[in-house]
């Protein structure tokens, strides 16, 4: 039995996060009633006119950049001919002949090393609508909402040989982009969607097979299946002789398998031609230069300060760079109490199992981002104890409370006065009698008997350093 190798290559789709359409001034933003931000040019009515968006062409730029490709100086938009329900125009505006971005490549890690992806263009387009089906009538409606949202297409070179590395590179991707800031890159609102093309051949040969599209499946972990899937259906049909059709899938989730849609168009079939109604781009060295000067810091330098400047395990900074929320949170507790590796233990221990018991994405967190850092500052100072300073965060994590307003409305604050705590201790003292002789004796245990009963009878709120002093001195008053 001959051994297979998949090879793949990803056209993943990004919508930018711009206010506005590439085209059109309707909002970009998601969840909107259907149909409700649609207006002449996006639906495609006839005499309208687009205008671009010029923030698009910034984020390709920087995307483009940050990516280690090639920006091409003129570039101009080209329609994409096709009949399909969702699309109003009958076509699609695209960049097929001169695409603003060519010949990049992101550097990926796997279990086996490292491996450099090429990318062969990135283009900008827009987005079409959406078909909405119900299952009770039967019917299939149309949302144009969708319609003109400025998308990112980034296109891989054929360089992927598994499934892991294909998560690596999205991940990698979603990453970039969100630290650039030009997609929120959420799978689940189809802001980031990725059509995988495999193929298979036999180890050790060069020639591509026939390839199969499996089009904008919705999570990472899908995807991983998908890909799994596909190859072992593609390896059963070729070793029984069979033939590979070039043809666009779908992944079926819950029934963990790919089935045909229709065949896969080819680039002739789409007819295109340049955009009579919009002018070519031309980016000047001066426009360029300014992108440069003004890029983000990204998460792989982000995460080696971390490791080298701040002190934090390599563990750490990979988590916390891994979200650029987590990030925020991160970059302004430090600012707020100091000391990066409290603040990186508070978010890995603590607030990462908030996010986990409400089954909550780290860019969901809804609370002031001064937050967490305020909390810390009260339990450093004394203010409160950690075991409270847990308390106000869950209530900061729920509720979005302020924390200072928190401790003294539920009366949080650490007792550290020796008046109000040397009486309490002074009583207990004197009605466990066996305890105090056992200490006396040189039984260690009975002083943290003594310690516990005190922080139990002050309600947990008193200064524990100050509890165990007074009742070592008060036990020791008794020699």
Request: with cysteine; charged share 30%; proline share 4%.
């Amino acid at each position: 039995m001959a051994e297979f190798e998949m090879v793949i290559g990803l056209e993943v789709h990004c919508e930018l996060s711009t206010a506005s359409k590439i085209f059109c001034g309707c909002s970009t933003k998601f969840g909107g009633e259907p149909n409700t931000h649609v207006c002449e040019v996006c639906s495609g009515m006839p005499g309208t006119l687009p205008t671009l968006n010029e923030k698009v062409v910034e984020f390709a730029v920087k995307t483009g950049t940050a990516l280690n490709c090639e920006i091409t100086r003129k570039n101009k938009f080209d329609r994409k001919n096709y009949f399909y329900p969702d699309l109003p125009k009958a076509y699609q505006i695209s960049q097929l002949y001169f695409p603003i971005c060519r010949n990049g490549k992101v550097e990926i890690n796997t279990s086996k090393g490292t491996k450099y992806i090429g990318i062969h263009e990135i283009h900008m387009e827009e987005d079409a609508g959406k078909l909405v089906h119900d299952p009770f009538s039967g019917k299939t409606m149309v949302d144009f909402n969708r319609c003109g949202v400025p998308l990112l297409e980034i296109v891989s070179e054929p360089d992927f040989r598994s499934a892991e590395e294909v998560i690596a590179y999205l991940e990698k991707l979603r990453d970039t982009l969100q630290y650039l800031g030009v997609s929120d890159c959420k799978m689940q609102e189809g802001s980031m969607r990725a059509d995988v093309n495999l193929s298979v051949r036999p180890v050790g040969t060069t020639e591509f097979g026939t390839r199969t599209e499996m089009k904008n499946i919705a999570s990472l972990k899908a995807i991983g299946r998908a890909i799994e899937y596909e190859f072992e259906r593609q390896c059963d049909v070729v070793e029984a002789g069979g033939k590979i059709s070039q043809e666009t899938r779908r992944w079926d989730d819950e029934r963990e398998m790919t089935y045909t849609m229709r065949s896969k168009e080819d680039a002739q079939d789409y007819k295109y031609f340049p955009d009579p109604d919009l002018m070519p781009i031309e980016i000047s060295e001066e426009y360029l230069e300014n992108i440069r000067a003004n890029m983000p810091e990204l998460a792989d330098a982000k995460r080696e300060r971390y490791i080298n400047e701040l002190g934090l395990p390599e563990y750490d900074a990979g988590i916390i760079t891994g979200s650029t929320s987590l990030v925020k949170v991160f970059e302004k507790t430090v600012e707020i109490c100091g000391n990066a590796r409290e603040a990186s233990n508070w978010i890995l221990t603590d607030l990462l199992k908030l996010c986990n018991d409400a089954h909550i994405a780290h860019d969901e967190m809804n609370f002031r981002v001064e937050s967490l850092g305020e909390i810390i500052k009260m339990v450093t100072d004394g203010k409160i104890n950690r075991k409270s300073g847990k308390k106000v965060l869950a209530a900061v994590f729920e509720e979005d409370v302020n924390p200072a307003e928190y401790v003294e409305k539920n009366s949080l604050a650490q007792v550290s006065d020796l008046g109000a705590i040397e009486p309490v201790i002074k009583e207990i003292i004197a009605n466990n009698e066996k305890a105090v002789s056992e200490y006396l004796g040189g039984n260690e245990k009975s002083l943290q008997f003594f310690i516990g009963q005190s922080m139990r009878q002050l309600k947990g709120k008193a200064d524990p350093q100050a509890v165990r002093e007074t009742v070592i001195k008060l036990l020791n008053e008794l020699r």
